[in-house]
Each structure stands twice: as structure tokens, then as C-alpha cells.
């Protein structure tokens, strides 16, 4: 089992900045595969944003490239920092973990952190 925990959202303005965080923990935190970043806009369908896999290099959608970037920082806390916001950016944004163990793969998903940019 696995439980995300996010944090950091918030109400910014255009042009502001977030940091957003994913902290992992349970029992199989050490068998995350990949852990995504995902965005679900009020009346639309959940999108992905950024993928982050154990080994090679981190994925971004085309439309938050050069504005969104991950880093690492500790307990497995992943960050996601989210710049140049304008109001398509608001949403509810989520964290996805993918295991991988001998009783196969499984995902969880986090409670979501809300960003509002608006003026």
C-alpha cells in the first residue's frame, strides 16, 4: 500500500509561481515504478502532466513544458513547481504512484491540492 499526500496549492495570479509537493509513504513505497502528476479542470476530464519514472528521464506534456519542473527533496517527497500560471491552469492537481511488486502493479492516487490563478 501506498498513500500520497499533497500540498501547496493555492490562489496566485497570473504570471505567479507554486510549489507544489507529493509526499509517498506504506508499506510499498519502495516499489514505486513511476509517479505522474495530473491536472482535472473544473468540467473536464483528468489530464496528465508529468511523469517521473524510477530510471530515465522525466516526461512532460507539451503544454506545461518550460513552465512546470520536478525536483526531488527528502522522504521521497517529490515537488513539482508550476510557473507562469494563467487561469487554464486552474485545477484540482493530483499525484499517481505506480508499484510494481511480486503481486503486481497497483496505483494510488493522492487527495489532490487545489490552484486557483486568478486576478
Known amino acids: 500500500q501506498v498513500q500520497l499526500v499533497e500540498s501547496g496549492g493555492g490562489l496566485v495570479q497570473p504570471g505567479g509561481a507554486l510549489r507544489l509537493s507529493c509526499t509517498p509513504s506504506g508499506t510499498d513505497v519502495d516499489y514505486i515504478e513511476t509517479l505522474t502528476w495530473h491536472r482535472q479542470a473544473p468540467g473536464r476530464q483528468r489530464e496528465w502532466l508529468v511523469t517521473h519514472p524510477r530510471n530515465g528521464a522525466t516526461k512532460y506534456t507539451d503544454g506545461v513544458k518550460g513552465r512546470f519542473f520536478t525536483s526531488a527533496g527528502l522522504n521521497r517527497t517529490r515537488f513539482l513547481q508550476i510557473t507562469a500560471l494563467t487561469p487554464d491552469d486552474t485545477g484540482m492537481y493530483y499525484c499517481?504512484?505506480?508499484?510494481?511488486?511480486?503481486?503486481?502493479?497497483?496505483?494510488?492516487w493522492g487527495q489532490g491540492t487545489q490552484v486557483t490563478v486568478s486576478s
Open positions: 499517481r504512484a505506480v508499484t510494481r511488486t511480486l503481486a503486481g502493479e497497483a496505483e494510488y
